[in-house]
């Protein structure tokens, strides 16, 4: 499979710091996870690649255009329904009441709440909110679903539903997520991306990444991370 | 003693009675305040949330200029309003001076600011926790503006509630546009400033009592409406 965004030169500077140093990759995996450690620059890469922050220098080449969703490490959910949060999203991009309606009842059900549809969204655990983020954004059929976290404040169990429902996204889409979840970007990964101080350091094979790492870097990252 | 206690006792056989002078003058204070906090959120909502996301020059300085705003002398608006609508002024073929509606745009001028100033606090508050979610989902500012009153409906009550309070308790706007005359502009507080000039202190106190209880309760409805919808909508 062809690349499906290159990057080139990448840079963000914001108070003097170098949060992404010239970060040049090229990304062609269905499933990449990006790990490293607390302040790499993770999520700020993920936040140039969705367009949220503008690069301070470098480019994005995006072979074919893909449509975009992300879903955070803490959901904001709007205060009103469940489905009225999928629904709000469809609204944005143009579907019609009625088609949104039905588009957020599907994606609810996916995400195996359509029972909850009519509670009160900001009185959902923790878990089931992440769970109606998930349905919004797999309810615009994304081309590419982008996840910062998304497992990072829940509980186990809610981690293993959030993992199965990624795992049903990446039948239709390509995933770019960051994780501190060793096992889960294992379990998700075709290929990971290991970024430390804002710089790629390694960018491999998920069973080469962590039966061989090929860096010191990682290598020690995966030491402290797996004691 | 007796000097205190009998306008007290007065002031109560008015309300329990509901004096019907005392029930006019109530009801046009009502009138005017409600329909002058009713603009001013219309006019004031909207402006403080685009204020708090909008990104266009000179938005520091209409910051600065509301929150400064928020503290304006009800006698500088009343004086402004005064001279806007006298026979001379700009607006005087109107013939609104001294009458209620020339007391509800001097009340909205007073409260707007303040409604703004709030609302933009408000929205900025959510905006922070929303913005990079709403940006995701493809929300231009206008409509993430929008999207934030709607969802902070609740937390807003408080701007329109400050409003109000300050539009019920002034006196000097309405005192110089409305002229305080009898049965047709005369409302609470114009009506206890000069009752209380003239040493009649019974209505004056029994509407003092009025206007206490009224901000009370409005502020206990709003209260409650707060914690009802924390519960409802989290």
Not at chain 1, 105 to 132: I, K
Not at chain 1, 138 to 150: H, R
Not at chain 2, 105 to 120: D, E, F, G, Y
């Amino acid at each position: 499979m062809g690349a499906w965004l290159a990057i080139d030169h990448l840079g963000l500077t914001e108070g003097g710091t170098n949060i992404i140093d010239d970060v040049s990759l090229t990304l062609a995996a269905q499933r990449t996870v990006i790990l490293g450690p607390n302040g790499a620059g993770k999520s700020t890469l993920l936040r140039l690649i969705h367009g949220l922050l503008h690069p301070g220098s470098g480019r994005m080449h995006w072979p074919g255009v893909l449509t975009q969703a992300m879903v955070f490490q803490r959901p904001v959910m709007l205060r009103t329904t469940a489905l009225a949060n999928v629904i709000y999203g469809l609204k944005l991009k143009g579907h019609t009441a009625a088609e949104s309606e039905q588009r957020a009842r599907q994606a609810l059900a996916r995400v195996g709440l359509e029972q909850l549809a009519q509670r009160p969204a900001r009185l959902l655990s923790g878990g089931e909110q992440q769970r109606v983020a998930l349905a919004r954004a797999w309810a615009l059929e994304p081309q590419l679903l982008i996840l910062d976290e998304p497992t990072a404040s829940l509980d186990p169990a809610s981690s293993r539903e959030v993992e199965r429902i990624i795992t049903d996204i990446a039948a239709g889409a390509r995933i770019l997520m960051t994780t501190h979840n060793l096992g889960q970007a294992r379990r998700l990964a075709e290929e990971i991306v290991f970024i430390d101080r804002g710089r790629v350091v390694e960018q491999t094979p998920v069973g080469q990444f962590f039966c061989l790492p090929q860096t010191g870097a990682a290598q020690r990252f995966l030491k402290e991370e797996i004691p | 003693m007796h000097e205190f206690n009998q306008p007290l006792i007065t002031a109560w056989q008015l309300v329990a009675g509901a004096d019907a002078r005392l029930a006019d003058i109530v009801f046009l204070s009502l009138r005017v305040s409600l329909s002058a906090t009713l603009i001013a959120c219309v006019a004031g909502m909207p402006m403080g949330a685009l204020l708090a996301v909008g990104r266009f020059p000179g938005r520091r300085v209409l910051i600065v200029l509301f929150n400064g705003l928020m503290g304006l002398p009800p006698v500088v608006v009343g004086l402004l309003v005064y001279l806007l609508l006298s026979r001379a002024g700009p607006l005087g073929r109107f013939g609104l001076l001294f009458s209620p509606s020339a007391m509800i745009i001097a009340q909205a001028i007073l409260v707007t600011p303040i409604v703004a100033a709030l609302t933009r606090q408000v929205i900025a508050d959510a905006w922070s926790e929303y913005r990079e979610q709403l940006r995701s989902l493809g929300a231009g500012r206008t409509r993430a503006a929008a999207t934030l009153l709607w969802d902070g409906r609740f937390s807003l009550t408080t701007a329109a509630l400050a409003g109000f309070g300050r539009a019920i308790a002034e006196v000097g706007a309405v005192m110089i546009v409305g002229g305080n005359i009898d049965g047709v502009t005369r409302v609470m507080t114009t009506t206890i400033a000069l009752e209380t000039s003239k040493g009649d202190l019974p209505l004056a106190l029994a509407l003092g009592f009025i206007l206490i209880a009224l901000v009370l309760a409005i502020n206990a409805l709003a209260y409650a409406l707060r914690g009802w919808a924390q519960r409802k909508w989290g």
